[in-house]
């Protein structure tokens, strides 16, 4: 069965946000949501959530500002954790 990886992103920010009505792809950056804290959150998120380690040079804001943009860079973690070229 496939996950549904953006849906799973976007229902973790609306968690903590819950008057948040952030689509796919919103930055949710320029919306507000995002503070030092909530950013850290998000990345044990993702890594405990789809068991893949980000390392510090993937710890850029590109691949944070959106659930598309998480969606990928799990994608490719995955893909890089068993052996497959993404």
Known sequence: MSRDVTSEVLAF???????AEVT???DIFSL???N???AMELVMFLEKTFE???PNEELRIDNFRT???MADLIGRRSADA????P
Not at 13 to 19: A, D
Not at 82 to 85: F, H, K, L, P, S
């Open 32 to 34: 507000g949501y995002v």
């Open 67 to 69: 659930a598309l943009a």
């Open 82 to 85: 068993v052996g497959i070229a």
């Open 13 to 19: 920010i609306v968690s903590r946000f819950p008057q």
């Open 52 to 54: 893949i380690t980000i």
């Open 36 to 38: 030092s804290l909530f």
């Open 24 to 26: 796919e792809s919103e």
